[in-house]
């Protein structure tokens, strides 16, 4: 399983960024693919989570209203689109996967795609 995550970038307050990740080297039916995040000095957060199905979103509080999860199964690309960015949402954001159901904890995922940093200027 590789996972490619990309799309981060340099965006001011208030802003809107879309992150991709594109997953291949197997068929992710019964999968749930997720999207965490680290500052530097902090720990990994969880910060959304979907069913391969879409039968199911899952949100860190902090997201909630700002961010949506979606994915595109015939590209095999799960998306996160981050609206009205504060500077506290500046991170590496991480793209995973786990087989079963839905997750907030990163060491429920079994597979990990390099970050993409996003940089939130206030």
């Known amino acids: 399983v590789q996972l490619q995550a990309f799309g981060g970038g340099l965006v001011q307050t208030g802003g809107s960024l879309r992150l991709s990740c594109i997953a291949s080297?197997?068929?992710?039916?019964?999968?749930?693919m997720g999207w965490f995040r680290q500052a530097p000095g902090k720990e990994r957060e969880f910060v959304a989570a979907i069913t391969w199905t879409g039968s199911g979103t899952y949100y860190a509080d902090f997201v909630k209203g700002r961010f949506t999860i979606s994915r595109d199964i015939p590209n095999n690309t799960v998306y996160l689109q981050m609206n009205s960015l504060k500077p506290e949402d500046a991170a590496a954001y991480y793209c995973?996967?786990?087989?079963?159901?839905?997750?907030?904890?990163?060491?429920?995922?079994?597979?990990w795609g390099q970050g993409t940093l996003v940089t939130v200027s206030s």
């Open positions: 080297g197997r068929t992710f039916s019964g999968y749930t």
């Open positions: 995973a996967a786990r087989v079963g159901g839905r997750s907030g904890y990163w060491n429920d995922y079994e597979y």
